[in-house]
């Protein structure tokens, strides 16, 4: 099977069923020769090598390619499959994507694309950068590390801006028992914050409550425009008046609702203040 496989395509796979798939298993437990039935249970794991390169964060030169990391995540998944042993008892799932990461991790760092004498300039800016840190009890400028380095600054630039990393966000920071994951010192920003998820909770509740003061037709007509996603034509349609009078029927329906919730703020903040 080609390692070149495109990682995207695996939602055009077919999955088998939990049956299905154990029974693979247990035809290449018996042969792992069997190269055919190893490559349909790659193609079926391949979204474990998906998720570990989304999860992977790497900073690298323009000679690596997304496809060179994909490469090696699934390099990382064939040696799993062709190593794995339920007997341990460790699930498959949880085992590959400890080799996969492994995989694409050493693949990255044993690939060295800088010339040795640059490593030298880059440990030398490191070590200046910490030295004069713990001089002046913060970190300097670029600026200041030129000149203790006897350096101009844009050639200071342009050492660091060669370095390069890979993290992973598994990593831990912290030593110990006080060590932990990257990934649980990140914030989701796709999230709400506990105080905006109450504020949230709040306004629907107060929406809600205002909702119920406005004229059953009012309240009808933009229930249709706003959840059921109605044009203003099918929504005369279907309370019988013309488009136009809809359009001065939902401009009243805002104003009053307007009215309302600022009518609500002001007796909560009066009360507040009280």
Request: hydrophobic share 35%; with cysteine.
């Amino acid at each position: 099977m080609s390692q070149t496989t495109d990682i995207d395509s695996y939602k055009k796979i077919v999955r088998l069923t939990d049956k299905e798939l154990d029974d693979l298993w247990g035809q290449y437990l018996s042969d792992r020769a069997n190269k055919e039935v190893r490559d349909k249970l790659i193609v079926q794991y391949i979204y474990l090598a998906r998720y570990v390169v989304g999860r992977i964060k790497v900073n690298l030169p323009p000679s690596f390619s997304f496809e060179d990391i994909v490469s090696f995540g699934i390099e990382g998944l064939i040696d799993a499959i062709e190593k794995y042993h339920p007997s341990k008892g460790a699930k498959f799932e949880s085992y590959a994507l400890m080799r996969i990461r492994g995989s694409i991790i050493d693949k990255i760092r044993s690939s060295d694309w800088l010339p040795r004498t640059l490593r030298r300039k880059i440990k030398e800016v490191k070590l200046a950068t910490e030295k004069l840190k713990q001089q002046i009890g913060r970190a300097p400028t670029t600026k200041e590390v030129a000149d203790i380095m006897g350096l101009p600054e844009e050639k200071v630039i342009e050492i660091m801006s060669s370095d390069v990393s890979v993290n992973s966000i598994y990593d831990k920071k912290g030593v110990g028992e006080d060590s932990v994951e990257i990934i649980d010192t990140i914030e989701d920003e796709h999230s709400n914050r506990p105080e905006e998820e109450i504020e949230k909770t709040d306004a629907k509740k107060e929406l809600e409550s205002a909702l119920k003061k406005l004229p059953e037709r009012e309240r009808t007509l933009l229930v249709f425009y706003y959840h059921e996603n109605m044009t203003l034509k099918e929504i005369g349609e279907a309370i019988n008046v013309s488009e136009s009078r809809v359009c001065q029927l939902h401009a009243q329906a805002i104003m009053k609702l307007r009215n309302i919730l600022s009518v609500n703020r002001s007796e909560r903040m009066r009360k507040t203040i009280v």
